[in-house]
């Protein structure tokens, strides 16, 4: 029972990161395709 509660929680983890990331690059390709004065 614990290991699962901790499986669990590893891949809420995981998620969350890949989901951080996903949206970090979304910023960076619209900071880039605004155009700097």
Not at 3 to 29: A, C, G, H, P, V
């Amino acid at each position: 029972m614990q290991w699962r509660y901790r499986k669990e929680q590893y891949k809420l983890i995981l998620e969350q990161k890949m989901t951080e990331k996903k949206e970090r690059t979304e910023d960076n390709l619209e900071m880039d395709q605004i155009p700097s004065k």
